[in-house]
Nanobody, 122 residues
Framework: QVQLVESGGGSVQSGGSLRLSCAAF????????MGWFRQAPGKEREGVAV???????SYADSVKGRFTISQDNAKNTLYLQMNNLKPDDTAIYYC????????????????WGQGTQVTVSS
């Protein structure tokens, strides 16, 4: 099965930037949808951005214009470039993948990473 490992999280001041990476291992040829999700303490998990094999993307309204999801198929790696970070972006960020095409931000992705912490201070 697919295994996902996130990295790149950390602490940053408001307005700063971070780039998250998600390395995928296993039968990645079958991961037709991938995405980034986040969860803050006491809150439900929120879809941040999704991308499919063709490069089609969708973003949560709260991150449009600030975050960019991308993938390097040759390296089996997913990225999330986060610019102009805000305190409300503080959360654990998870990478997810699924064999189904065109999953939305609310999709029930099958495979999940263990998460990486992002903390944004004022």
């Amino acid at each position: 099965q697919v295994q996902l490992v996130e990295s790149g999280g950390g602490s940053v001041q408001s307005g700063g930037s971070l780039r998250l990476s998600c390395a995928a291992f296993g039968p990645t040829y079958s991961t037709h949808s991938m995405g980034w999700f986040r969860q803050a303490p006491g809150k439900e998990r929120e879809g941040v951005a999704v991308i499919d094999t063709s490069g089609r993307t969708s973003y949560a309204d709260s991150v449009k214009g600030r975050f960019t999801i991308s993938q390097d198929n040759a390296k089996n790696t997913l990225y999330l470039q986060m610019n102009n970070l805000k305190p409300d972006d503080t959360a654990i960020y998870y990478c997810a993948a699924d064999w189904r095409w065109g999953l939305p931000l609310s999709g029930d992705f099958r495979y999940w990473g263990q998460g990486t912490q992002v903390t944004v201070s004022s």
